[in-house]
């Protein structure tokens, strides 16, 4: 049983305008969340996290937004550019981030120029 | 500063063989933990080292095993390959505080089993 769940396998946006990718968790013992950025032939990146004491955190153009009672997270890039494209992977875990990471099957994400 | 490094970076087995990955931390970090990424699917959590012994261990059987040695370096061991342990094979390492963003991840492993 998947417990996080990245329902979009692809997602492709035009250069300059947002993308807006989802992650739904089903286990409520998970109270930390990161989105990992992974190219072709390298190893996952981490891009940003949110704990749950917070409901969106910024870092330049990606902002995470938590939703806990639908428990959902969404990851926004504003604005979208060519070398954003990659595969992204939101994680999750439990009791503070002291738990093995969960992850989603992912999202491939094409920014067209 | 080299991050974590992993080796060899393709392999091709036959079923019921034996296979070792191997990886380095990133410099500075004394905890590895190993990943396998089957196609289509998120990084799924074998297990874990630090101080040369397993701390946590997600839901792979016996066939899988690992070790740490003095220098923080780690191998992984799959015996009797089948050809559902056809995968990318991970490797992550961190300081002890360990599930959290200063995880670093190597390119992998990519495995065949044939």
């Known amino acids: 049983d998947q417990q996080v769940k990245q329902n979009s396998p692809s997602l492709s946006v035009q250069e300059g305008r947002i993308s807006i990718l989802n992650c739904d968790y089903t286990?409520?013992?998970?109270?930390?969340f990161l989105w990992y950025k992974k190219y072709p032939a390298e190893g996952p990146t981490f891009l940003i996290s949110?704990?749950?004491?917070?409901d969106k955190n910024e870092d330049g153009r990606f902002t995470v937004f938590l939703n806990k009672s639908a428990k959902h997270l969404s990851l926004h890039i504003v604005p979208s550019q060519p070398g954003d494209s990659a595969v992204y992977f939101c994680?999750?875990?439990?009791?503070?981030?002291?738990?093995?990471?969960?992850f989603g099957k992912g999202t491939r994400l094409s920014v067209i120029a | 500063d080299a991050g974590v490094t992993q080796s060899p970076t393709h392999l091709i087995k036959t079923r019921g063989q034996q296979v070792t990955l191997r990886c380095s931390p990133k410099?500075?970090?004394?905890?590895v933990s190993w990943y396998q990424q089957a196609l289509g699917q998120g990084p799924q959590f074998i297990f874990q080292?630090?101080?040369?012994?397993?701390?946590q261990r997600g839901n792979f059987p016996d066939r899988f095993s690992g070790h740490q040695f003095p220098n923080y370096s780690s191998e992984l061991n799959v015996n009797a390959l089948l050809l559902g342990d056809s995968a990318l094979y991970l490797c992550?390492?961190?300081?002890?505080?360990?599930?959290?963003?200063?995880?670093?991840f190597g390119s992998g492993t990519q495995l065949s089993v044939l």
């Open positions: 410099s500075g970090h004394d905890t």
């Open positions: 286990n409520s013992m998970f109270d930390y």
């Open positions: 949110i704990s749950s004491i917070k």
């Open positions: 994680a999750a875990s439990a009791f503070a981030g002291n738990t093995p990471l969960v």
């Open positions: 992550a390492s961190s300081l002890t505080d360990f599930y959290n963003e200063k995880l670093f």
């Open positions: 080292y630090y101080e040369e012994e397993e701390r």
